[in-house]
């Protein structure tokens, strides 16, 4: 299934831990949506997690799948802590927000940056902190509270969503017309190029070139061994930190995830 925004899916993965006074009306969602996959055609997985360690277990069979094919829709129903993460409501363990983003990495290299992440989790978009243009993003796509998400409006919302999604296959519209402004999204794409922005204007002109040029310098100085040869060294320095394309395609290669090399990359 081709989704408007560039995205492939061919499942909808559901990972759930309720809490006891949770657990009616997370069935209802759930049977909701269920029924929304079957008249489309998406195969719908659900995993109900007890412990970390379960969790843990699940992300690691998404990503394993993912390398074998499965491009799945991911959507995380769990409470969060903006301190502790993601709430394993049954063993009352965390997942913190790194270590979320840590599991997600894995499995969104593995689909080649075409993983989307909806989480129904309080503080959820704490998540894009972990972001960072020299690592491979954790999701395509991710939406999620800053703050929290009420039941009344994930119960009111969910499977509409899913609804005008699979209908319309135009994820953008559908996220505006349902999950805004509770929810917020980051993309990728757009992420990059503000990261790379940054990057540039922090390191690559004026003082932080200027900084970046010398700190480079000292680092290379032990294989100057003349006059010549630190002038010359300055001047490959400065060339070598301007920013191009070659620079632009170094860290798209990384931060999109275009290649399982690049997770190797980012992890040695």
Known sequence: MEIRSGLTMNSLIWLTSPR????????????????ICRANGVPFQVYTVSSRALLEDAFDEMANAARLGCRPFLH?????????????????????????????????????????????????????????????????MLVAPEHKATVGFLE???????????????????IENHLTPAMKTFHCERMFMIGLARYILRYCVGKGAAERRESLLTDSIAVAKSQGDMRALRKSIKNAIKPDQAMVDKFAAVF?????????????
């Open 20 to 35: 006891p006074d949770d657990e009616g009306w997370t069935a209802r969602i759930i049977e909701d949506v269920e029924t």
């Open 76 to 140: 995380i129903d769990m409470h969060g802590s903006i301190e502790h993460g993601l709430e394993i409501a049954n063993s009352k363990e965390f997942m913190s927000w790194p270590a979320l983003a840590g599991k997600l990495r894995g499995i969104n290299v593995a689909t080649g940056n075409n993983t989307c992440v909806i989480a129904a989790s309080c503080f959820a978009f704490h998540a894009i902190k972990q972001v960072s243009i020299t690592r491979a993003s954790p999701f395509f």
């Open 156 to 174: 009111a919302k969910t499977a509409a969503f899913y609804a005008e999604l699979f209908s319309t296959l135009d994820i953008l519209q559908a």
């Open 256 to 268: 999109l995830a275009e290649s399982l090399a690049a997770l190797r990359s980012t992890t040695s």
